[in-house]
């Protein structure tokens, strides 16, 4: 029996030498003018993938509150396309190309405050590089991403092909001494970022309500968050179209004083905050949530 995701049995239709193109003429030609390309892929996209087609139409449709239509599959798709350019110019520090605004990093600082790193949780939704630009808020703060091994390597190969210096960024789990160094790097002071809503081969999920409807979470994120016993904030970099971005950080959990007796109840809290500050925002930003499969099937 197929234990892997839908996600991760999807043929990926990008290569690292097309990739290395797209970020050469974005380089060159600038932000303006390569964004004309991206028209041209959502339209492939939407007339070629059906399967991600259908999803998209049956997101959309729960996050819009009506039936979605050609217009809004193609806007969607776009919104993904415009986030993957912009971090071809977000990992080389071009923030002065974007307007960039933040709310709630107040809460970040405060816990700065305490001397010690922060966990961020967010999901696919919008843009996770933006939150390089918001560093500066945080005295320049260094972002670090916690994911599994088979998701770092596809993303180091990303990384290279854009800016090879930001592939040093990445902490792939399922090593021995990756939790060790998480701990280390929040104890250096790091943002560390992890994305809550895929799961990879086998592992376990928990069923919350996400837009009207029962939905596998992973429970994997959270279990990592009660491990290294540090406080969790919500993070989304959502896309507004055009150059702007707005980024939102709320405090989501806090295991700084969760014992072993009571982890298992704290994960089950946090995830059901999780799931509902998702579909909050999801109905802000709808054409922003960029996991094209059927979510609520379990699969």
């Known amino acids: 029996m197929e234990t892997r995701p839908e996600w991760t049995r999807r043929k990926e239709r990008s290569s690292t030498a097309m990739l290395r193109l797209m970020v050469w003429l974005s380089l060159r030609l600038g932000r303006a003018a390569s964004r004309w390309v991206l028209y041209g892929i959502a339209a492939y996209f939407v007339l070629f993938a059906p399967a991600a087609r259908r999803a998209s139409r049956a997101y959309l449709g729960r996050a819009l509150g009506r039936p979605a239509g050609w217009g809004d599959g193609f ?6 396309a ?15 190309l974007f307007d960039i605004r933040s709310t709630g990093h107040e809460h ?12 961020m949780i967010g999901a696919h939704l919008g843009s996770f590089e933006a939150l390089r630009a918001v560093g500066r808020h945080f005295g320049g703060a260094r972002v670090a991403m916690l994911m599994y091994e088979e998701n770092a390597r596809k993303i180091n190969r990303t990384l290279e092909a854009i800016n090879p210096a ?9 090593q021995p001494g990756s939790m060790l160094t998480a701990r280390d790097r929040l104890d250096q002071g790091y943002l560390v970022g992890m994305l809550a809503d895929r799961r990879l081969g086998a592992d376990p999920t928990s069923d919350q309500v996400f837009l009207g ?25 959502l896309y507004l179209g055009g150059n702007r971005y707005h980024i939102h950080f709320e405090p989501l959990a806090d295991f700084s004083g969760t014992g072993p007796a009571q982890r298992t109840a704290a994960i089950a809290a946090a995830q059901r905050a999780y799931a509902d500050r998702l579909s909050h925002f999801c109905r802000i930003a709808p054409y922003n949530w960029f996991n094209f499969f059927d979510f609520w099937r379990a699969s």
């Open 108 to 119: 970040v600082q405060a816990l700065q405050a305490r001397g010690e790193g922060v966990i």
């Open 166 to 174: 930001a592939t040093q960024d990445i902490i792939a789990l399922g």
């Open 75 to 80: 806007r969607h798709v776009l919104s993904f």
């Open 213 to 237: 409807a029962p939905a596998p979470f992973p429970d994997g994120p959270f279990r990592v968050a009660a491990m290294l016993r540090r406080p969790v904030i919500f993070m989304t970099g």
């Open 82 to 96: 415009s986030t993957v350019h912009d971090r071809i110019y977000l990992l080389n520090d071009r923030f002065d």
